[in-house]
């Protein structure tokens, strides 16, 4: 079987769903509806081969050549198939299987997850913050209040905002090179390849607004990259068999 790529995203992921269907048999798109179906089969790596379900369809996992998470976590949204009682549980179990599944995987993960999240890192808002004070790049403050962050923003505050998205070593935006600098470093600093980085300005003094594992990919120059990159790591990973 020809490999191809996965796209695991919520149902209601709208630009996930064009991203697959523009780059037409190279990108499947799983949503958690697919981890209810039967022929699901997890092996540990060299103890014989898993099984996926994508759409409704087996596929054994060597076929994969790279996968894309979208979603942090499943949640009981995710779940309007299961009944109601059940969902907050099933949503944890799946989360936990999906975990599993992915670190199972001998092919790249675009960012690879963690204990936390299955996108990445779980950064809250004040340890991005934290995060760019340590690399020096100035950031809007933030006040700690009950249970949540909020940010403290000057007077007349400056609606020229400016968002890179790195991809990889590469980045999508135009902005002043200390900004993509500065975007690069938090990539590197959370261990993510994709990851969207907003300041509150133009220039190399902007400072740190916020930063999304999510990027836009209805974007077409972050959609472009992001197959390009999946494709790179695939090829140097010798998993890109024959990918429509």
């Known amino acids: 079987m020809n ?12 630009a996930a769903a064009r991203f697959a269907a523009g780059a037409g048999s190279l990108v499947r798109m799983m949503t958690p509806a697919d981890l209810s ?13 898993s099984t996926a379900v994508i759409a409704g369809e087996p596929v054994a996992s060597r076929t994969i050549a790279g996968v894309l998470t979208r979603l942090p976590a499943v949640t009981e949204h995710d779940l309007p198939h299961i009944i109601a009682a059940d969902r907050a549980y099933v949503a944890v179990e799946m989360t936990a299987f999906l975990l599993a599944w992915l670190t199972s ?29 340590r690399l020096g790049i100035p950031a809007v403050p933030a006040m700690l209040g009950t249970g949540q962050t909020r940010r403290v923003h000057d007077d007349g505050e400056n609606e020229r ?6 991809i990889g070593r590469q980045h999508v935006g135009t902005a002043d090179p200390v900004l993509v600098a500065h975007a690069h470093a938090l990539a590197d600093a959370a261990g993510v390849e994709l990851l969207s980085v907003r300041f509150d300005g133009e220039g190399p003094s902007a400072r740190f607004v916020a930063a999304s594992m999510w990027p836009d990919l209805d974007d077409a120059g972050v959609s472009d990259a992001v197959l390009r990159l999946m494709r790179s790591r695939a090829a140097a990973h010798g998993d890109l068999r024959e990918a429509g």
Do not use: K
């Open 105 to 133: 995987l001998p092919c790249p993960l675009v960012n690879r997850p963690s204990a936390q999240c299955l996108s990445g890192p779980h950064w809250r808002e004040a340890q991005w913050i934290r995060a760019a004070s």
């Open 3 to 14: 490999s191809f790529f996965v796209v695991i995203a919520r149902r209601d992921d709208a």
């Open 161 to 166: 905002t400016t968002i890179i998205v790195v």
């Open 37 to 49: 179906q039967r022929g699901w089969s997890l092996h540990l790596p060299g103890t014989g081969p």
